[in-house]
């Protein structure tokens, strides 16, 4: 007998966040609670129905302030609501509720007509899952003097949780760094090609930049575990041969300095 309350307990609160996740007037819920003179059932019900739903909209306006100043208030209320409907948070974080914003902006109208939006939104995600990433260390430009040259073909690099990568095929990160900064920004534009991005956090904050084709390649390459060796090769279809091996220290240079690699390893230790 000592588990039935704690039982009818569970089911109230499965019923009642049910209700808060898809609210209606026939929801089974309805019959749990009463209303009075002074409030029916239904404006209880919908008391907490608002504040939930407000609450996840101020979330997405904390995630995707760029994208709320590019639509204005009456627009980004409206795009919130129609992502509430259609996402209804799943997690009990509200860290983890914008993550399906860009797919929505891709896929419904008419917000799948200005492409901009979602890749404005692809890229505020990124610089939130950079910053928000796990802390590791990382090594240091000093430390790759610990390896003797003929280490080197040998060596694969792990990457810190913060790194992002990304294609953009609108000028989004020039439309964010205006509004970030107050300014008026410039015109959507779609590019002529799609323009990889490079996107991290260092000494808590979060950082962007362009990748070059040749720098995006050999980044994918080290990043699914290759050697520096198979780096190179990858490299040498797009650099002179005898430019290669400096092309590619050159990256990975970068890519230390900039904190992105958190080890090193080599087959051969």
Partial sequence: ?????????????????????????????????????????????????????????????????????????????????????????????????????????????????????????????????????????????????????????HLRFEFHASVQRLELTWNAPKIWAALKDRQTPPAPEKLESPQRWLVWRQDYQSYYRPLSDSEASALSCARAGKTFAELCETLSRQTAEEETAAVAAGFLHRWISDGLVREVSSDTL
Avoid: K
């Fill in 1 to 153: 007998m000592s588990g039935e309350p704690t039982q009818h307990l569970n089911q109230l609160q499965d019923g009642f966040q049910d209700y808060l996740l898809i609210p209606n007037p026939g929801h089974p819920f309805r019959s749990q609670v009463v209303g009075n003179e002074q409030a029916s059932a239904e404006f209880r019900l919908q008391i907490y129905a608002d504040a939930y739903r407000l609450r996840l909209q101020e979330a997405l306006e904390t995630d995707f302030e760029a994208l709320h100043v590019l639509l204005g208030d009456e627009q980004f209320h409206e795009l919130c609501l129609r992502y509430i409907d259609a996402h209804p948070s799943s997690h009990y974080s509200l860290r983890y509720f914008g993550r399906s914003m860009s797919d929505f902006l891709r896929a419904v109208f008419p917000y799948a007509a200005q492409g901009v939006l979602a890749d404005l939104a692809d890229f505020e995600w990124s610089l939130i899952d950079a910053f928000d990433a796990p802390d590791d260390p990382v090594v240091t430009v000093e430390d790759m003097g610990n390896y003797s040259p003929e280490l080197w073909p």
